[in-house]
């Protein structure tokens, strides 16, 4: 899973969904915005597949 800021800047990639994004950028918790995700993956017939949505950040 890759993570964008809402301008298009990449901020992080996650390689293990099952723990997810803390919400931070290099060590430091990102500002309270709305944020892209890109989740990237194959399927078992071996079908590259990309789903995208957004998260918000709220403190």
Do not use: A, P
Not at 1 to 21: A, D, F, K, P, Q
Not at 26 to 44: A, C, H, L, M, P
């Amino acid at each position: 899973m890759t993570i964008y800021s809402r301008w298009g800047n990449y901020v992080t990639t996650i390689n293990n969904l099952e723990e997810g994004w803390d919400g931070k950028e290099n060590g430091k918790i990102v500002q309270e915005d709305t944020y892209i995700y890109r989740v990237s993956f194959t399927d078992v017939f071996n079908e590259e597949h990309q789903i995208t949505g957004r998260v918000s950040v709220v403190k």
